[in-house]
Nanobody, 124 residues
Framework: VQLQASGGGLAQAGGSLRLSCALS????????MGWFRQAPGKERDFVAA???????YYVNSAKGRFTISRDSAKNTVYLQMNSLQPEDTAVYYC???????????????????WGQGTLVTVSS
């Protein structure tokens, strides 16, 4: 399985970015897809996940601002980020999980495959 993330860049506070992550090598519908982020000097934190049925899950700070979605025809998961704030600055990673244990989707250790990361920088 290979994951290719894209869409990061520079945004002003209050602005928007959309991240994309394309999965190749296996059946996309087999995986729960997640987004994590890692700021300098910090751990990799959960941002959002979407299960095989399309149900989304978010960290509290992302609720109402971020939207995760998946397109099975394109084998791609998206993270639409609106109302960006400087504290959203981080490297964003997409990941794919095979586990059906929902509690695992909120932890980096619950994911089997990772993309290379894409940098999001939000200026104030």
């Amino acid at each position: 399985v290979q994951l290719q993330a894209s869409g990061g860049g520079l945004a002003q506070a209050g602005g928007s970015l959309r991240l994309s992550c394309a999965l190749s090598g296996r059946t996309f519908s087999s995986y729960v897809m997640g987004w994590f982020r890692q700021a300098p000097g910090k751990e990799r934190d959960f941002v959002a996940a979407i299960n095989r049925s399309g149900s989304p899950y978010y960290v509290n700070s992302a609720k109402g601002r971020f939207t995760i979605s998946r397109d099975s025809a394109k084998n791609t998961v998206y993270l639409q980020m609106n109302s960006l704030q400087p504290e959203d600055t981080a490297v964003y990673y997409c990941a794919a999980a095979t586990t059906s244990i929902a509690s695992s989707w909120f932890r980096a250790s619950g994911y089997d495959y990772w993309g290379q990361g894409t940098l999001v920088t939000v200026s104030s």
